[in-house]
């Protein structure tokens, strides 16, 4: 089972041979569901900025733009959830900042991680080149982005092939993100 917990631009996105689902949905002001609870709960909407100043409609931080505990706000800080019941044809997760979002799609992100983990096996790699493809893109945010392996990608496997044994391996940027995710997935397996 995987469940995705998302409040922000942030994205996850599963890839189930080779095709982008996406675990998430970015909580940005232009998107009608989330103008609609900013403009009931008193925000507005300039610009494509919350209250003319910030590009999300739920953040874990910003607290100057939150109003008083119990009062209801434009901004919050609630996430959505989503949950699926893994296959043998989930093959990685992509967890990703809006600089890589802002300049490319889920599906080609997809892509491009599966091409190299076929040629290279290497998630990290993958990771770095998801990177270098956003700045080719023109990215103008931070990037950070972490890749989950949920099985093998190996160059010979074909149709008729078994299905991957499951192998969880999961490589970042960020070490520090790696090592907390990595306890995150180790905890739930265990339970």
Not at 91 to 108: A, K, N, R, Y
Not at 166 to 177: H, N, P, Q, T, V
Request: charged share 25%.
């Amino acid at each position: 089972l995987l469940m995705v917990a998302n409040a922000g631009d942030c994205r996850a996105v599963l890839s189930r041979k080779g095709e982008a689902i996406d675990m998430s949905q970015d909580h940005r002001p232009i998107y009608p569901s989330e103008r609609r609870r900013v403009e009931e709960l008193g925000g507005y909407v300039e610009d494509g900025y919350l209250n003319g100043v910030l590009s999300v409609t739920r953040a874990l931080g910003d607290w100057d733009m939150k109003l008083p505990r119990g009062a209801p706000s434009p901004l919050i800080a609630e996430p959505e959830f989503r949950q699926m019941v893994l296959t043998e044809d989930d093959e990685f997760l992509i967890i990703g900042c809006d600089g890589i979002w802002d300049v490319m799609t889920s599906q080609h992100a997809v892509s491009l991680v599966r091409k190299g983990l076929r040629r290279h096996d290497d998630p990290e790699k993958c990771a770095r080149d998801l990177v270098m493809e956003a700045l080719r893109l023109n990215t103008f945010d931070n990037l950070t982005v972490i890749i989950v392996c949920l099985s093998s990608l190996d160059q010979g496997e074909s149709e008729s092939s078994p299905p991957p044994q499951r192998k969880l391996r999961c490589c970042s940027l960020s070490a520090e993100a790696l090592c907390s995710l990595r306890n995150l997935l180790e905890g739930s397996a265990s339970n």
